[in-house]
């Protein structure tokens, strides 16, 4: 038993090039990690500015929407042109476009549609994706009020 005690006492703590070692490794792993998440951290502004552009494209359709619903309860004749003339007013911003559009039986899009098409195509474009809503002009007199 006396024989392998100084073994034991030998075995105390780490040598100079373990320890050199570990820092080595800890230093290559520590670069490789901060080089990672740089690259994470410069990109990640561009999903906020995604995000944000998409919910400014809601609240611009949300607009269009109410003011859809207000005509077609005031004037249903005339709710598409005067949607049309906000749009051109500047009421909705830069990033919103119209076009009238025609479907056939098959609900494939007619291009070019017909001059008498009361379809209109709204398309609110945002960096993420694009919105689209098609109004239409097909509620008369007697039908009851649309809520919103």
Not at 32 to 48: P, V
Request: proline content about 5%; glycine content about 6%.
């Amino acid at each position: 038993m006396r024989g392998l005690l100084p073994i034991f006492r030998r075995c105390r703590g780490f040598t100079l090039v373990e320890i050199i070692i570990t820092l080595l490794a800890a230093g290559i792993l520590g670069a490789i990690f901060i080089n990672l998440m740089g690259t994470a951290l410069n990109d990640s502004w561009s999903t906020l500015e995604m995000v944000r552009d998409e919910a400014t494209a809601v609240q611009v359709m949300e607009h269009i929407i109410a003011d859809y619903v207000t005509e077609m309860n005031s004037d249903p004749a005339n709710a598409l042109t005067t949607i049309i003339a906000n749009r051109d007013n500047g009421d909705y911003g830069p990033s919103v476009s119209m076009q009238y559009v025609e479907f056939d039986a098959a609900g494939i899009e007619v291009d070019p549609p017909p001059a008498s098409s009361n379809t209109l195509k709204v398309r609110v474009q945002a960096t993420g994706k694009d919105l689209i809503n098609i109004f239409t002009n097909s509620r008369s007199g007697n039908d009851p009020l649309l809520r919103y």
